[in-house]
């Protein structure tokens, strides 16, 4: 059984960059897709940002050109660095990981198997 880890969350102001790590307990992320969601309170867990078969990155429009994901040499641990946050980038930041996820699915969280337990973000204003 694969176990995701996340760490980095904390509390900062807005304009602040923070930088989350994920890493996967005993095994690489080999291929499928690795992805970053978020969960505001009270709204459904959204798409932040992907990485699919470790050949390109995908971002939600609202994260463009302030975050970027990436994995280390290792592939054992995803990072997401967050820049210029804002208020809204508050909530709870999820890894996941599929080994089989195709394309299409890439911002479905029902289609991915694997999923860290969360780390919170809050960004002051």
């Known amino acids: 059984q694969v176990q995701l880890v996340e760490s980095g969350g904390g509390l900062v102001q807005a304009g602040d960059s923070l930088k989350l790590s994920c890493t996967a307990s005993g095994r690489t992320f080999s291929g499928g897709a690795m992805a970053w969601f978020r969960q505001r309170p009270g709204t459904e867990r959204e798409f932040v940002a992907a990485i699919f078969r470790h050949t390109r990155t995908y971002y939600e429009d609202s994260v463009k050109g302030r975050f970027f994901m990436s994995t280390d040499n290792t592939k054992k641990t995803l990072i997401l660095e967050m820049n210029s946050l804002k208020s809204d980038d508050t909530a709870v930041y999820y890894c996941?990981?599929?080994?089989?996820?195709?394309?299409?699915?890439?911002?479905?969280?029902?289609?991915?198997?694997?999923w860290g337990q969360g780390t919170q973000v809050t960004v002051s204003s």
């Open positions: 996941a990981w599929d080994q089989r996820l195709i394309l299409s699915s890439l911002r479905v969280p029902a289609d991915y198997d694997h």
